[in-house]
């Protein structure tokens, strides 16, 4: 009979960095009540003048064979009251311990000069990783956000690894320091990536809760240069319309988007001045859209001569867009309606969350929200994570860097 797995999160806010390790690990240890095959922490960037001291320190009281972490700015745990808690700007360190029987436990560190041409075969991105494929990994990743090449990584491992799941953030640093760091087995790093690969009798899910809805209706991509949208289609008409005629249904973005406006209350109006996005679909293939099937990118800017926006991501002819609203309650809504969608009769160990610094309290008005709601439709399931410079995850089939969104891994046992 397999062994049950164990997962716990600690968290400490004491201001001494010797005082929190000591209280996170003290709280981590009677917790599992074990022996701990991973060790994964975070530290937020109040420690920042005391990063290089984490991992000795750390070293003198684990044991744990495997451990990553990174800085954030907020950390995410669970602390002595066995409540989740977000904590923004304060000093505090999460630690996880995990207990993984017949799981295979790989780290990975990858430089941004080391990642191979994106044209390269599979093999090259393998190498480059040292996880065997058939070995069905999934995917934690911890980045440095100076550093370039994360979305090349991310196409990489989606073509070397296509049915693997992969979350995770970019390190951050909040407003306190502008320095971000990464560990990865009780060294401190400095730039690129450091991964965890898990294999075997472990299953990781990912929630990700971009926080929009879409307003208006789904548009045809005819005209793109890079990540300059130029012409629109008007979907159902372009069907209908015979092709010589079809002319008449295009549109400049501009367009668009002042007809849009029009038909929008009062509040989205005032809403769309400051948190409007564009929303790429996800599936070519899929006839009706929904809210979930996008990929959320910023809005950048309008050309009013030709009626041109910049969004942040390339767009190419043929794809779907829907314009995006983005506020604290659409955000609530559409976390609790995908956390309600992964909710089984399998039992989840652990989580951990990758939010981004745009939402917690600065989006909400209060803390805890996105933690808050978890715990209500994953009742005592200890989580931890932090607040990310942006944030990984899967929309479709594909991995994305993501922002203003909450990642969610969800650990369970088959």
Not at 305 to 318: Q, S
Request: glycine fraction near 8%.
């Amino acid at each position: 009979m397999t062994d049950k797995m164990k997962w716990v999160s600690a968290l400490s806010t004491r201001p001494s960095l010797e005082g929190a390790i000591a209280e996170a690990v003290e709280q981590a240890q009677s917790r599992l009540q074990d022996t701990a095959d991973l060790a994964i922490v975070f530290i937020s960037s109040a420690f920042t003048s005391e990063f290089s001291r984490l991992m000795p320190l750390l070293q003198e009281k684990l044991a744990v064979p495997t451990l990553i972490g990174c800085s954030g700015g907020g950390v995410i745990g669970v602390d002595a009251q066995t409540q989740v808690q977000e904590v923004e700007g304060n000093a505090a360190l999460s630690l996880t311990l995990a207990k993984l029987p017949d799981v295979k436990v790989q780290v990975f560190q990858v430089s941004g000069e080391d990642l191979p041409d994106l044209d390269s075969p599979p093999d090259r991105w393998v190498d480059l990783i040292g996880v065997n494929p058939q070995d069905n990994p999934q995917f934690i990743l911890l980045a440095d956000p100076v550093s370039a090449g994360v979305n090349n990584l991310l196409q990489g491992l989606d073509y070397a690894y296509p049915n693997a799941i992969k979350i995770g953030g970019l390190a951050s640093a909040g407003t306190i320091s502008p320095h971000s760091t990464l560990f990865c087995n009780y060294q401190l790093v400095r730039e690129g990536v450091v991964g965890l690969a898990l294999s075997g009798n472990v299953v990781l899910e990912a929630i990700v809760a971009q926080g929009c809805r879409p307003i208006g209706q789904p548009y045809r991509v005819v005209e793109a240069d890079r990540n300059i949208l130029m012409q629109l289609e008007e979907q159902v008409d372009a069907d209908m319309v015979p092709a010589q005629r079809r002319s008449s249904t295009r549109r400049t973005p501009l367009d668009v988007l002042q007809a849009l406006f029009q038909d929008l209350s009062e509040a989205d109006r005032v809403l769309a001045q400051h948190s409007l996005f564009v929303g790429i679909a996800s599936n070519e293939f899929k006839t009706t859209l929904e809210q979930g099937d996008f990929l959320v990118r910023n809005l950048l800017g309008v050309d009013p001569k030709t009626g041109a926006i910049a969004v942040g991501d390339r767009i190419r002819p043929g794809q779907r867009i829907q314009f995006h609203l983005r506020d604290a309650e659409t955000s609530g809504e559409d976390l609790e309606l995908l956390l309600d969608r992964h909710r089984t009769e399998s039992e989840a160990i652990g989580a951990l969350m990758f939010s981004c610094l745009g939402r917690g309290e600065g989006l909400y008005g209060q803390p805890n929200y996105d933690s808050k709601l978890f715990d209500r439709y994953f009742a005592q399931v200890p989580v931890s994570g932090f607040f990310c410079n942006g944030e990984i995850g899967p929309v479709g089939n594909m991995t994305f860097l993501h922002g203003y969104t909450s990642v969610f891994g969800i650990v369970r046992q088959p």
